[in-house]
């Protein structure tokens, strides 16, 4: 008879490590020992890559706990909303490749958010049929995530820290109010990167769950 790990329990000790990461980057920002430039420049000091280790330990651990996905192959429909996200993202952001930072480019962007947001909250709402457990511990991992990161982009703005948190997009617009930051940054990342955590979580945790046959 299984064991199965309590949610609380998995999520601990990555949420924690997670919480770690945020801090020592907002402060290397602020202390001028990293690059301030929107998006970070895919720094090691970050926490995207957490989303694929703690995503393929949660799945390890929760399939020797005994559950597993519902339907077969899971890795592959996460792929496919993975890929379908990603597309989605680089048709909306391709002609700001070389924007300006006006009004009208800003709104650009918006809109590109938004309609990313939509796609990758669908790709995410269907891992919840791909393999509910797994699923309902990435969104809790993801909002813990992102919501630290919100609290950070607040507290940065209100500050005036010259961070990433908040400027937007590649050419790094930053909006005066706190209004337009906040909102920006709440759909990106509870609307696009909360969703994303899902999926590509749910991608590693069905690869690391695979059992050699």
């Known amino acids: 008879m299984t064991n199965t790990p309590s949610t609380f329990r998995l999520l601990l000790w990555p949420s924690l490590l997670t919480l770690a990461i945020s801090i020592a980057r907002v402060t290397s920002e602020v202390q001028g020992w990293l690059t301030t430039a929107s998006g970070g420049r895919g720094l090691p000091l970050g926490i995207t890559w957490c989303i694929f280790v703690f995503g393929g330990w949660f799945g390890w651990r929760l399939a020797r706990a005994g559950s597993v996905p519902r339907v077969a192959k899971p890795w592959l429909w996460a792929l496919l909303a993975l890929l379908a996200a990603a597309g989605t993202v680089m048709y909306g952001f391709y002609p700001l490749r070389a924007a300006d930072r006006s009004e009208a480019t800003f709104v650009l962007l918006r809109q590109a ?101």
Do not use: N
């Not at 938004?114 to 796609?119: I, M, Q, R, W």
């Not at 511990?137 to 992102?146: N, S, V, W």
């Open 113 to 213: 958010v938004l309609t990313a947001a939509v796609a990758t909250s669908f790709g995410g709402l269907a891992m919840f049929v791909v393999w509910p457990r797994l699923a309902w511990t990435l969104l809790l991992y993801g909002l813990g995530a992102r919501g630290t990161v919100l609290a950070i982009t607040w507290l940065a703005k209100h500050q005036g820290w010259d961070t990433h948190y908040t400027k937007f997009g590649p050419m790094g617009i930053e909006r005066e109010s706190m209004g337009d930051t906040m909102f920006g940054a709440a759909v990106a990342q509870l609307g696009c990167w909360v969703p994303f955590t899902v999926i590509g979580g749910t991608l590693l945790g069905s690869l690391c769950a695979r059992r050699p046959k």
